[in-house]
């Protein structure tokens, strides 16, 4: 813990801090990055390759982007997010990636330390969050995916080495450091233009100290509340429309005691991520022992030999990228599958299809499997099964699972493990409701995909509580290379803010 932390961390502090950033991954690490003073100027020779972009970047020659109209300059973008910052960031970071170029970003960076904010980043493991954690991010959770090579020993809920991610090395870079660059400095090289999980850890950790953030991160930091009341008036007698936020919870230390702190900041910032508590099914007999909702345990049972060869088979349950490096890790091992899953193959939605099968070949063989191999046909694929569009109904004590199949009819299989792999949701049991109140619709479970947290799309900043923001997956931001947008957006509603506070 920095000094900083040891200083503030307390259970009394003087002044609030301007923002708490709840979360060390991707989001976090940006927003403490613009936050800390550096300024993206747009160089005065660039030329956006977006001709109304760069008609509307022309106009204000020297402004800051933080101080500019975001509403304004987002204006027509396109791409594959549907955040319009997050569009506009990515496009000035990354002008024509989406057109296989690239081009440098059209922006430089200024360290005006006279703008910093006073913050702290508070995170469970070191920065960068998840790629740390022993819950890996996933497509749905910002940024990353990884693959079991061929001649990787594992795949695990940890995130291996040298394992790929699914999101293009350039892409999972922070601004003003590409990872290509960093990369060539470690004599490190992308593969297939893809960076392996632990180069991306190894960045991240390494993007903190070279930027000198590390003053404001706080790891192994474990909050527990965060509460909020009634607007105090301010001196002058006027009400200030901005509550203090309370943050309490602990810090763990390499000895595994715990120390409580508590921290009043003015703004919070949820930047959590949503891969805390896997999804279930909610069916009879889903929490017998032999039932698992993390890939860990496939990985746990082949090593103690519980699942061989020779066993019943594992089932797989999802159509996602989770459920697909179970299929790869078990076919490594030659552990006999059954895929079950509720979409029909050749549905547009599965993830599959959104993935080039050039940079991507191991989902497109799983994908290809879930379509050639269903139960009713031949056997093209040895120890695998696919049971597309059926329907769990029930786990039994004598490890058989139930299912009805598209015709109405019910079968029964005997597996030796089960994997439930569904997608996940975050965990904001800190909050006042875990949160709940604070999404698009409040009578639904919070998911990045289909409920995030409502936010004002130019400020981040929730519609239902003044002074708290969500960025990254819980606003809906799903890969790295867009949380950055959410970061923009945060930061430059601090500093207007701020810019607005009576001397």
């Known amino acids: 813990m920095s000094n900083w932390g040891k200083d503030h961390l307390g ?13 060390n991954g991707p ?32 106009e204000a020659p020297g402004v800051s982007i933080l101080d500019q109209d975001l509403n304004y300059l987002s204006e027509g973008l396109e791409g594959r997010c549907q955040s319009p910052v997050a569009l506009l960031f990515d496009a000035l970071l990354r002008p024509d990636t989406d057109f296989g170029g690239d081009m440098e970003s059209v922006l430089t960076w200024k360290h005006q330390k006279e703008r910093a904010i006073p913050h702290v980043v508070l995170g469970r493991n070191l920065p960068g969050g998840a790629w740390h954690a ?5 497509l749905e959770s910002g940024g990353g995916r990884q693959r079991p090579g061929p001649k990787d020993s594992s795949r695990t809920q940890s995130i291996e080495g040298s394992m790929v991610t699914l999101s293009r090395g350039q892409w999972m870079g922070l601004p003003d450091l590409p990872v290509k660059d960093w990369m060539r400095r470690k004599r490190r090289g992308l593969r297939n233009s893809r960076a392996t999980a632990g180069d991306i850890a190894h960045y991240y950790r390494d993007y903190v100290i070279k930027k000198g953030l590390g003053p404001n991160f706080v790891s192994g930091a474990v909050v527990t509340a965060v509460e909020w009341g009634i607007p105090e008036p301010s001196g002058s007698g006027a009400q200030d429309p901005s509550p203090l936020f309370h943050v309490s919870g602990f810090l763990t230390a390499e000895d595994r005691s715990q120390q409580p702190f508590s921290l009043c900041a003015r703004n919070v910032v949820l930047a959590t991520g949503t891969s805390d508590s896997p999804a279930r099914l909610g069916l009879p007999g889903e929490a017998l022992p032999f039932v698992h909702h993390e890939l860990s345990a496939l990985e746990v049972a082949t090593r103690a030999g519980l699942v061989t060869p020779a066993s019943d088979p594992v089932l797989i349950v999802g159509a996602g990228l989770s459920a697909a490096d179970a299929v790869l890790y078990a076919r490594h091992y030659n552990i006999p599958v059954i895929h079950a899953f509720r979409r029909p193959v050749d549905d547009p939605g599965l993830v599959f299809n959104q993935l080039p099968k050039m940079l991507y070949p191991e989902y497109h063989k799983v994908h290809q499997m879930m379509r050639e191999q269903s139960i009713l046909s031949p056997s093209p694929y040895e120890g695998y099964r696919s049971l597309p569009e059926h329907q769990l109904l029930l786990f039994k004590e004598d490890r058989q699972a139930v299912f009805r199949d598209p015709k109405g009819l019910q079968k029964v299989f005997g597996v030796s493990l089960v994997l439930v792999l569904i997608g996940s949701h975050p965990n ?4 006042p409701g875990a949160g709940t109140d604070l999404a698009v619709d409040p009578d639904q479970p919070l998911s990045a995909k289909r409920n995030p947290i409502d936010v004002d799309p130019f400020t981040y900043q929730s519609t239902q509580q003044e002074g708290l923001y969500a960025m990254g997956p819980l606003a809906g931001d799903n890969f790295v290379r867009f949380v950055q947008g959410g970061a923009l957006a945060v930061a430059s509603s601090l500093m207007r803010k701020e810019a607005s506070k009576p001397p």
Do not use: N
């Open 428 to 431: 904001l049991s800190f909050l």
């Open 134 to 138: 022993s819950t890996p991010p996933s």
């Open 27 to 58: 989001s976090g690490i940006c927003l403490s990055y613009l936050l800390s003073g550096y300024t993206p100027y747009v160089k005065p020779d660039a030329v956006h390759p977006h001709p109304l972009l760069q008609r509307k970047l022309a």
């Open 11 to 23: 259970t009394g502090s003087s002044e609030p801090l301007t923002a708490v950033i709840i979360g």
